[in-house]
Nanobody, 116 residues
Framework: VQLVESGGGMVQPGGSLRLSCAAS????????MMWVRQAPGKGPEWVSA????????YYGKSVKGRFTISRDNAKNTLYLQMNSLKPEDTALYYC??????????WGQGTQVTVSS
């Protein structure tokens, strides 16, 4: 199993970024997926999840209405569109495969920094 995130970077408050997570080594379309972030000095925070077929999406309270999770099963890729970014969104963002409602494989993370 391999998960590789990309798309992070530095952006000003109010800006947007789109994260991608390229999956390989397993049948991507059979698994729910999630995004988790970790800010400096803080514990992991669940951000969003999506079911295997892409029909159902769930969001943490802090990002609901600003972030959109999606997936392209033909491309084995998970996405996170982040709009109206705030400084408190600064974190290392990880994608993870979900098995029995828990993340079992993680990527290496991509850094998102929101600063003016």
């Amino acid at each position: 199993v391999q998960l590789v995130e990309s798309g992070g970077g530095m952006v000003q408050p109010g800006g947007s970024l789109r994260l991608s997570c390229a999956a390989s080594g397993f049948t991507f379309s059979s698994y729910d997926m999630m995004w988790v972030r970790q800010a400096p000095g803080k514990g992991p925070e669940w951000v969003s999840a999506i079911n295997s077929g892409g029909r159902y999406a769930y969001y943490g309270k802090s990002v609901k209405g600003r972030f959109t999770i999606s997936r392209d099963n033909a491309k084995n890729t998970l996405y996170l569109q982040m709009n109206s970014l705030k400084p408190e969104d600064t974190a290392l963002y990880y994608c993870a495969r979900v098995s029995f409602a828990l993340p079992d494989y993680w990527g290496q993370g991509t850094q998102v920094t929101v600063s003016s």
